[in-house]
């Protein structure tokens, strides 16, 4: 009997509490909190907008609208004003949205991502589709595109979004949309190192100048100046431009703050290669050696190297560029160039024929040398 009488006691105390939640609303938000409980929506839909009006200083009203209504219809545009309204009036203000207390702040911080990341891993899936089906590319990436231009409504503060749009659209071909959305990216986070070093990827697949990408590449190595990736980047687009120097700059900056081997070996590598075409033959020759060192597969490092090596041989060859004239000091540059075109057929044997053109040249003027 007493067990009995304490339930039903605490019953008759919730219930007195929901009445008073309820009594603490207007007429037409309790309406409307009634129509959700019974899942008429129509009806919230109804009412909201007058609770709205009738409690213009209650930011929980636009945010159970924007959930309850505008979500649900997938209004994501309507969804973001009113959490946008309720974030005007009163963020700090703790609401009861579900059952959950929480400031207004966060509830919309919470709704956002819950919906964004919806949106966005609903375009991912799309995107994935692809692998499987690659007959219908175009379908799945316009599929994607809506998704990911609903998670950019949701949450267009984002700039992954407008990142992938930009990616989405370059499979598209369609140029244009592509720029456009990575620059967007790039406003809205301009210290973020991934918008920028994108953009300077993207830009420069849509066929723009080094002059236009190399902004984003420079910024992105402002933001990570470690990122080999990003320096490799940048100083093939000083390159380019014919600003050789400053490319070689980038690369020794690149290199000291690398520790990967296979990576060092490629910067060393592209170093080489700058330096050989600027005739710095050696200082191309350093680079090239130290490229073959930690990558012994290398064979262009080691082919990189006989070049280097046969330009000092015609410098001294010829005596020209500071060189004094020296058939001897030729002729050791040249046999140095002839052993390592010889590792390189022995590296990369299919193309040994080819190797062996290059090698009779080196001997032809080391031949010559050598009747001087």
């Known amino acids: 009997m007493f067990d009995w009488f304490r339930t039903k006691l605490k019953f008759k105390v919730l219930t007195a509490v929901g009445l008073f939640l309820f009594a603490c609303s207007s007429q037409e938000y309790t309406t409307a909190k009634l129509a959700i409980q019974q899942s008429e929506w129509s009806k919230a839909d109804e009412w909201l907008p007058k609770a709205m009006a009738v409690e213009p200083d209650n930011p929980e009203i636009p945010i159970v609208y924007a959930i309850e209504v505008h979500a649900r219809n997938k209004d994501w545009k309507e969804m973001y004003d009113m959490f946008q309204k309720a974030i005007s009036i009163d963020p700090n203000k703790k609401v009861e949205i579900r059952t959950v207390f929480l400031p207004v702040s966060e509830q919309v911080n919470n709704y956002t991502q819950f919906y964004w990341a919806e949106q966005f891993n609903k375009g991912v899936e799309k995107f994935k589709e692809i692998q499987s089906d690659p007959d219908n590319k175009n379908k799945y990436l316009n599929e994607a595109i809506t998704y990911f231009t609903n998670a950019s409504i949701i949450n267009p503060k984002d700039p992954q979004t407008y990142t992938t749009l930009s990616k989405c659209y370059l ?57 080999s990736n990003a320096l490799r980047e940048l100083a ?72 280097s090596y046969e330009g000092l041989g015609d410098k001294y060859f010829n005596g020209t560029d500071g060189f004094t004239k020296d058939f001897e000091l030729a002729v050791r540059w040249y046999r140095k160039a002839e052993k390592k075109i010889k590792d390189v057929k022995s590296i990369d044997f299919e193309n040994e024929s080819e190797y062996q053109r290059q090698l009779e040249l080196i001997r032809y003027k080391r031949d010559i040398a050598e009747q001087n």
Do not use: W
């Not at 369609?174 to 993207?202: L, R």
């Not at 005739?279 to 060192?293: G, I, L, M, S, V």
């Open 171 to 227: 499979d598209l071909d369609d140029k244009e949309k592509a720029i456009g959305f990575i620059k967007i990216a790039v406003e809205k986070d301009p210290e973020s190192f991934s918008s920028n070093f994108t953009a300077g990827q993207i830009l420069l697949r849509c066929g723009l100048g080094s002059e236009a990408v190399i902004p984003y590449y420079k910024k992105a190595v402002q933001i990570e100046p470690s990122n």
């Open 236 to 307: 093939s687009m000083y390159y380019d431009i014919g600003e050789k120097e400053q490319s070689i700059k980038v690369f020794n900056d690149a290199l000291k703050n690398e520790q990967d081997k296979i990576i060092k070996a490629d910067l060393f590598f592209n170093l080489g290669v700058i330096h050989n075409q600027m005739e710095n033959y050696e200082e191309a020759e350093k680079a090239f050696d130290e490229a073959y060192y930690l990558n012994e597969d290398d064979f262009e490092a080691a082919l990189g190297m006989a070049s």
